[in-house]
């Protein structure tokens, strides 16, 4: 049994509006790597707050399955759903500053997950407290404890944040693009963290992000989206090799690491269609270089190709060029 | 003196745990001199109105028949005897303002802290519900501040009855709508970032949000308004209380005392001056310490 198991999430904002994610599907084992990579505005966000249950009005989900551990999700009560938030799923977010209370000291913000899921009482919450801030490399960690978010660096208020989202040993954590607020060393550092704290409890690691990069040296398995889809899917050393999809291997070529010695960077042109210009047939076509007449017409469905999956009417053979 | 103050900062912490009203905010409050003036002066007249029993030279209904309409001490005339004066019904003016302040501060504190209680309350309810919730509060909120708050005071009272607890629930109807349209904009404000959304992926159920994550970032100008709303709660006890609609007579109340002595304004100036000079003494302090809060709380004004 998969410990997340997402089949054809559908998210519309509003009654008959257009879906902001269309038939979104993940299946995560127990302590799997797997990472989501997309532009800004394709969806990512909004389907990880759906697996935690946080689209807010007029969000609604509007077709598909979430199961996690064997629940349905969807089928839980508030109270029940609540509280599995912070004990099992966890969730860090890009904005480390902002996602802190600025009324509390960190301690407190750390004991309160504590003592909503876990029997702990009030020495041993800070205790756990002091030796959840060490785990996630904070220096004099007890007298951190009194500290107000406005007292600390982003990337150490990152770190916090990672510590609440570890308090009550979660089997799954989201972090949503976790270092896109940070300067480059951080970065490097905040990844690592959450590499070490995923491989030492076993837990499985989601890692949203819009760089490819941070996916590369990461996670075993990618999902591309665009446009609320997922356009491919497969193991990272695949899907990075040889892309499927026309949509992955244009954003591969942006990368300024894959361009040593190149004069000047690929650019994929054009832009994300907004929610109320997505295009008839498949949503890549106006920006596709290989794009046919089938791909005006028909929507593509995500289908096996190579290793993974692929949405796409005429995937990418192998070698980066047009399949046959 | 950079080193100085910086060090005082990173002590500040553990002083309290609330940031937003911290170390900081006291340096900056104590900056000005208006605010310190208006707090101490508020200080002292809270300390005379909890020792009036022990303050007041007599008690305020005890009348003297010798000495009807005496003026102050140091008027033509005038003996120690009464410090202020007498009233037409030859009670000491200084003990009446004394024990008035009781009456006054007491019932105006009651007030404020029960407009503020119940104004939160509906404020949060109306932030973090949509729809017909929202509507029925603001909407209701909207018609009571469309009146003119003494005629909606004067409205309660009318319905209820004339007396000191009447009054009372009278200031509370008139604050009340102010507490809601700013806990339910700061609210609004606060609700969409993402320390909130941290909170729920927590598991934090909605009146857990709402009390112990939302409120306490809302608390800054919740308590200016509620310093401010002191001021407009004696203001309007007092004129309550002069249109016989408030305390009622023989209670020392400082609006009742200006109506009771109206008649004797030409006659004896000091029967309707002292009382109106407390009046306006409170009021004045009030309004000083809330604009030196309002100043301390919000960053962007602090010098």
């Given at each position: 049994m998969p410990l997340l198991d997402v089949r054809h999430l559908s998210i519309a904002f509003g009654a008959g509006e257009q879906p902001v994610v269309d038939d979104f599907s993940l299946v995560l084992e127990e302590g799997e790597v797997v990472g989501i990579a997309g532009e800004s505005g394709c969806g990512k966000t909004v389907s990880m707050l759906a697996i935690m249950g946080l689209i807010g009005w007029p969000g609604r989900i509007t077709a598909g399955l979430m199961r996690f551990a064997g629940q349905d999700l969807?089928?839980?009560?508030?109270?029940?759903?609540?509280?599995?938030?912070?004990?099992?799923?966890?969730?860090?977010?890009?904005?480390?500053?902002?996602?802190?209370?600025?009324?509390?000291?960190?301690?407190?913000?750390?004991?309160?997950?504590?003592?909503?899921?876990?029997?702990?009482?009030?020495?041993?919450?800070?205790?756990?407290?002091?030796?959840?801030?060490?785990?996630?490399?904070?220096?004099?960690?007890?007298?951190?404890?009194?500290?107000?978010?406005?007292?600390?660096?982003?990337?150490?208020?990152?770190?916090?944040?990672?510590?609440?989202?570890?308090?009550?040993?979660?089997?799954?954590?989201?972090?949503?693009?976790?270092?896109?607020?940070?300067?480059?060393?951080?970065?490097?550092?905040?990844?690592?963290?959450?590499?070490?704290?995923?491989?030492?409890?076993?837990?499985?690691?989601?890692?949203?992000?819009?760089?490819?990069?941070?996916?590369?040296?990461?996670?075993?398995?990618?999902?591309?989206?665009?446009?609320?889809?997922?356009?491919?899917?497969?193991?990272?050393?695949?899907?990075?090799?040889?892309?499927?999809?026309?949509?992955?291997?244009?954003?591969?070529?942006?990368?300024?690491?894959?361009?040593?010695?190149?004069?000047?960077?690929?650019?994929l042109p054009g832009s994300v269609p907004g929610l109320d210009e997505r295009p008839q047939g498949c949503s890549f076509h106006p920006r596709c270089r290989f794009a046919a007449g089938v791909c005006r017409r028909e929507s593509p469905a995500l289908l096996p190709a190579g290793h993974g999956l692929v949405r796409c009417h005429l995937p990418l053979a192998g070698d980066g060029t047009r399949g046959p | 003196m950079l080193g100085v103050r910086s060090a005082r900062h990173r002590r500040s912490p553990g002083r309290s745990r609330a940031a937003g009203i911290g170390w900081g905010t006291w340096q900056s409050f104590r900056s000005s001199h208006g605010p310190v003036l208006g707090l101490a002066v508020i200080g002292m007249f809270t300390a005379i109105a909890l020792g009036a029993d022990w303050l007041a030279p007599y008690s305020a209904s005890e009348q003297f028949r010798d000495a009807f309409l005496a003026p102050p001490a140091w008027a033509e005339g005038g003996s120690t005897r009464f410090l202020l004066g007498t009233d037409p019904l030859g009670r000491d003016i200084l003990s009446r303002i004394i024990q008035g302040a009781q009456v006054s501060l007491g019932i105006g504190f009651v007030a404020v802290l029960s407009a503020s209680v119940l104004g939160v309350a509906l404020g949060l309810a109306a932030g973090f519900s949509r729809g017909l919730v929202d509507a029925v509060v603001m909407r209701t909120m909207d018609v009571m501040l469309a009146l003119p708050s003494l005629l909606l005071a004067i409205v309660v009272v009318a319905v209820l009855g004339p007396s000191l607890i009447n009054a009372a629930a009278a200031v509370v109807a008139v604050q009340v709508p102010h507490f809601v349209r700013l806990t339910r904009a700061a609210v609004r404000a606060e609700r969409a970032k993402d320390y909130v959304t941290a909170s729920r992926l927590c598991g934090a159920g909605p009146l857990r949000l709402a009390f112990c994550t939302v409120l306490p970032n809302c608390t800054a100008p919740l308590i200016v308004q509620a310093t401010l709303g002191f001021s407009t709660a004696v203001l309007d006890l007092a004129a309550l209380g002069f249109l016989g609609l408030g305390a009622q007579p023989p209670t020392p109340e400082w609006g009742t005392m200006l109506a009771d002595s109206r008649g004797f304004l030409l006659r004896a100036w000091w029967v309707v001056t002292f009382p109106g000079l407390a009046i306006l003494i409170t009021v004045l302090s009030f309004n000083l310490l809330g604009d030196g809060l309002r100043d301390a709380l919000d960053p962007r004004l602090r010098r």
């Open positions: 969807s089928a839980l009560s508030p109270r029940k759903r609540r509280s599995l938030l912070g004990r099992d799923l966890a969730m860090v977010f890009q904005e480390p500053k902002s996602s802190l209370n600025p009324c509390f000291t960190i301690g407190f913000q750390i004991t309160e997950t504590l003592a909503a899921h876990t029997g702990l009482g009030r020495r041993e919450r800070r205790s756990r407290a002091v030796e959840l801030l060490q785990q996630v490399g904070i220096p004099a960690p007890e007298s951190r404890l009194r500290s107000f978010p406005h007292q600390l660096s982003s990337g150490m208020n990152q770190r916090v944040m990672i510590a609440i989202a570890l308090a009550c040993r979660p089997r799954l954590l989201i972090a949503d693009e976790p270092t896109t607020a940070l300067d480059v060393t951080v970065q490097a550092q905040i990844l690592d963290l959450l590499l070490e704290r995923q491989r030492e409890t076993g837990m499985a690691l989601l890692l949203v992000t819009h760089d490819l990069a941070v996916i590369a040296g990461t996670a075993a398995r990618v999902l591309v989206m665009y446009a609320g889809k997922v356009v491919e899917e497969g193991p990272t050393r695949e899907v990075f090799a040889s892309p499927r999809h026309p949509y992955t291997q244009a954003s591969l070529d942006a990368l300024p690491e894959r361009h040593a010695g190149h004069a000047r960077l690929a650019a | -």
